[in-house]
């Protein structure tokens, strides 16, 4: 059975910062790509950053300079710090995980981020 658990998530005021953690199971972690996505209340789920199996990242515009992902294989652990947060941040952040052979996808069950101004 697959399992994707975030946690890290919380109020923090702006400028502040928070890391989130997913620790996943049931997978080959290093056979998947990680990501984050996010959704605000009345958005739609939105990337925010991945990063392959070779390390390779990438970022959505709004988060670049101020958000890191990265994973530890060993772990089967993706995170992502973030820093510098502002309120357009809040959202329930998701973890997510892609097998690249088969496209098959996983999702979290998502951990709520607030922040205040």
């Known amino acids: 059975q697959v399992q994707l658990v975030e946690s890290g998530g919380g109020l923090v005021q702006a400028g502040g910062s928070l890391r989130l953690s997913c620790a996943a199971s049931?997978?080959?972690?290093?056979?998947?790509?990680m990501g984050w996505y996010r959704q605000a209340s009345g958005k739609q789920r939105e990337l925010v950053a991945t990063?392959?199996?070779?390390?390779?990242?990438n970022y959505a515009d709004s988060v670049k300079g101020r958000f890191a992902i990265s994973r530890d294989n060993t772990e089967n652990t993706v995170y992502l710090q973030m820093s510098s947060l502002k309120p357009d941040d809040t959202a329930v952040y998701f973890c997510?995980?892609?097998?690249?052979?088969?496209?098959?996808?996983?999702w979290g069950q998502g951990t709520q981020v607030t922040v205040s101004s």
């Open positions: 990063i392959g199996s070779y390390y390779i990242t």
């Open positions: 049931g997978i080959i972690f290093r056979q998947h790509d």
């Open positions: 997510h995980a892609r097998r690249r052979a088969t496209m098959e996808d996983y």
